[in-house]
């Protein structure tokens, strides 16, 4: 089975910064990709961003150029910078991992989720 663990979220002050981080463990043979979404209260989970195996990233247009996703592929972590926060940023963020537990067998895992709150 796999794994994925969040940490870093908490509450911040609009225009305040703040840095998740996600670790896959367990019987990992390889991960194609990982990435970040969102839930905030009463809406459907959306997509914030994703990184590849290689690298490749993709945003939410609502989060350009204020977030950054990187990686530590030898950690199988995953981390999420966000800046310039604004309130409805505030959701439960989910790591989401798509993951080959063995050759052959990929598929989706997801994270317990993180609470990030923007308010003053």
């Known amino acids: 089975q796999v794994q994925l663990v969040e940490s870093g979220g908490g509450l911040v002050q609009p225009g305040g910064s703040l840095r998740l981080s996600c670790a896959a463990s367990g019987t990992i043979f390889s991960i194609y990709a990982m990435g970040w979404y969102r839930q905030g209260p009463g809406k459907q989970r959306d997509m914030v961003a994703t990184i590849t195996s290689g690298g490749s990233t993709n945003y939410a247009d609502f989060v350009k150029g204020r977030f950054t996703i990187s990686r530590d592929s030898a950690k199988n972590t995953v981390f999420l910078q966000m800046s310039s926060l604004k309130p409805e940023d505030t959701a439960v963020y989910y790591c989401?991992?798509?993951?080959?537990?063995?050759?052959?067998?990929?598929?989706?895992?997801w994270g317990q989720g993180t609470p990030v709150t923007v308010s003053s």
């Open positions: 989401y991992g798509n993951i080959f537990g063995r050759p052959g067998e990929r598929r989706p895992y």
